[in-house]
């Protein structure tokens, strides 16, 4: 009975501990919500450098293999990236779950050198923002079959959003290569000439 | 004379020869006048072409801009959400004590999902399921509502849940869509200790206490022990009319900071498990987890006991204790088969001395035809004291979308 009573008690003050600690912190960072904005994160990668702002147009073939990369249509004409010497900026949007995720891609001389989370929108599977999670693409280049040639550790529980950053990832090695070895004059946007 | 005419011939065709080679003044100012005319006019079709072509880029910028628009608005704009997920189960299983066969097929789950957004930071959830294919007066399955609640952000890392919802307790009790796990059956030790699947109607609030460290807490309806039962799966109450006269509360601290590893450690406890009617019961239950992937392997290793007060004893001896555990080690052999193998143990009325856990071992495979869309196959082999154990194979079918 004494036993009881006493394993109660500590569970209450566990509880009651847990639930103080919960409500008085503070953290520093959010699940959800938009951490960077798009021109932000193009600015920071380039600094002190200006990139150039190019165009890809998702002509047929394009529009086939981002679809297959995808696992499903691909919406919009054209995509926006941003590029200098060879090193591009690619941010994409893709659905884990329900709601889109902003995802900013860096790929140079066709390895991803960085991964970044710029909106996350759902209230679940957040994780796949944290850097130690990200650094994990690092290097990553596109295998014969359009994936990644790295293996990506999941998060139990957020393997929708993980897929979602997976095939963008793949997605942004694959307009990169695109990119690169498209005619100039087709580059170019309105603005930029 | 010959030479005189000769040199006149000569003057004469080279003047002609240089007056047709240099105009006058005023036929060289006609000519640059009309050469002017004709720059001027060029120039003018130029910048009018020029201008025609900015014009041109602006209209084809606008057109694909809209069309962009257009095409993309409907994926921007559904506020609405629908999705689900079902499992088809085939079992052919044997007792030990060959005092019966179960040779069995079975719709166990199909579940619907709604969910809208309010706005970015309101939003609603539910999960509506049909177990067992059909429902009804004496029928075998059961329409449940799993989950109906509303969520809302209410700062950056807080936030809060109201309604009907599941329990932030164990690996599967949440996220348990058939392409998520291994085996057909859900693992005994969820299911008979925890007890998943497991619902309450309450209030909680979650949010992040460092990166990778994340919190839930709950108050919420407690567990109902009718007249002569003891396991927390047939205290579930499932929130239909549930006597609400003493409230249990649930918290859970999950560490995924390192990617492929998920640490969790639940705690809840029951205020009185026969809500005022009859003997007062507390209980607590406590829940670890450890789920990690590393390249094609995974291991998933779960513990959970609940310690109930003494007078449950009296309905059912050694039940003030109730412990299980599972190991479940996996290898993904491609992309879409894996393999795994899984040792449970659990026991009811472990707080007896006399011997009476439920051990299980069960190896199988899932095949995956789409992430979503997987194959199942399985066996088991279940050991008791009593020798009423079942043996045999499971097969299963199970999407989510």
Do not use: C
């Amino acid at each position: 009975m004494f036993n009881h009573v006493l394993k109660n008690l500590i569970s209450k003050v566990i509880f009651t501990g847990l639930l103080t600690t919960t409500l008085l912190a503070s953290p520093q960072l959010s699940a959800k919500g938009v951490y960077q904005s798009g021109p932000d994160f193009v600015a920071e990668v380039f600094a002190p450098q200006q990139p150039e702002p190019g165009v890809l147009w998702l002509n047929k073939s394009i529009r086939q293999q981002a679809e297959k990369i995808l696992g499903h249509k691909v919406l919009g004409l054209r995509v926006r990236y941003h590029q200098s010497a060879g090193k591009t900026v690619w941010i994409l949007n893709e659905i884990g779950k329900e709601m889109p995720i902003t995802i900013g891609v860096v790929i140079d001389q066709g390895k991803i050198s960085r991964v970044k989370i710029l909106a996350y929108r759902e209230s679940r599977g957040g994780e796949v923002r944290y850097p130690a999670y990200m650094a994990q693409y690092q290097g990553a280049t596109l295998s014969d079959g359009y994936k990644l040639d790295k293996s990506i550790d999941g998060i139990t529980g957020a393997t929708l959003s993980v897929w979602a950053v997976n095939k963008v990832a793949a997605l942004a090695l694959y307009y990169h290569s695109q990119a690169m070895t498209q005619p100039e004059s087709t580059k170019q946007t309105s603005e930029s000439r | 004379m010959k030479k005189l005419l000769l040199a006149t011939l000569i003057g004469l065709s080279f003047a002609a020869a240089t007056q047709a080679a240099t105009p006058s003044t005023e036929e060289m100012w006609k000519i640059i006048q009309k050469q002017q005319a004709e720059i001027s006019a060029l120039q003018n079709q130029l910048n009018k072409n020029n201008s025609r072509l900015t014009e041109t880029e602006i209209i084809a910028e606008a057109t694909i801009s809209a069309v962009e628009e257009i095409s993309l608005a409907p994926a921007a704009s559904k506020k609405t959400h629908i999705g689900g997920y079902g499992e088809l189960h085939y079992n052919n299983l044997e007792k030990d004590d060959g005092s019966g066969d179960k040779d069995e097929v079975d719709f166990h789950r199909f579940v619907l999902f709604t969910s809208h957004q309010f706005t970015d930071s309101i939003r609603f959830f539910s999960e509506l399921e049909i177990e067992h294919s059909i429902a009804g007066d004496g029928q075998v399955g059961e329409v449940e509502l799993e989950q109906a609640y509303i969520e809302w952000d209410m700062a950056n890392n807080k936030t809060a849940k109201a309604g009907l919802f599941l329990m932030p307790v164990g690996i599967l009790n949440e996220t348990h869509e058939p392409d998520t796990f291994y085996g057909t059956e859900r693992n005994a030790v969820e299911k008979n200790i925890i007890p998943a699947t497991w619902w309450e109607a309450g209030a909680s609030l979650s949010g992040e206490l460092s990166p990778g460290l994340r919190y839930d807490v709950a108050a919420h309806s407690g567990l109902f022990l009718a007249d002569g039962e003891y396991k927390p799966r047939d205290g579930r109450q499932k929130v239909g009319k549930a006597k609400a006269d003493d409230m249990a509360f649930t918290g859970r601290l999950k560490y995924t900071a390192i990617p492929g590893l998920e640490l969790a450690a639940s705690l809840q406890m029951q205020t009185d498990m026969h809500q005022g009617e009859g003997d007062k019961i507390e209980g607590t239950l406590f829940e670890t987890h450890v789920a990690w992937q590393k390249d094609d392997f995974q291991l998933r290793a779960l513990y959970a006991t609940w310690d109930f007060d003494d007078a449950i004893n009296s309905i059912k001896a050694g039940a003030d204790e109730q412990t299980g555990f599972y190991i479940e080690p996996s290898y993904k052999i491609t992309d879409k088969i894996g393999v795994f193998a899984r040792y449970s143990e659990y026991d009811n009325t472990a707080g007896s001395a006399s011997d009476s856990a439920v051990e299980q071992m069960d190896i199988g495979m899932n095949y995956w035809l789409h992430p979503n869309v997987v194959f199942k196959i399985d066996y088991q082999n279940q050991d008791n004291s009593s020798g009423t154990g079942s043996d045999g194979i499971n097969l299963g079918v199970g999407f989510s979308y």
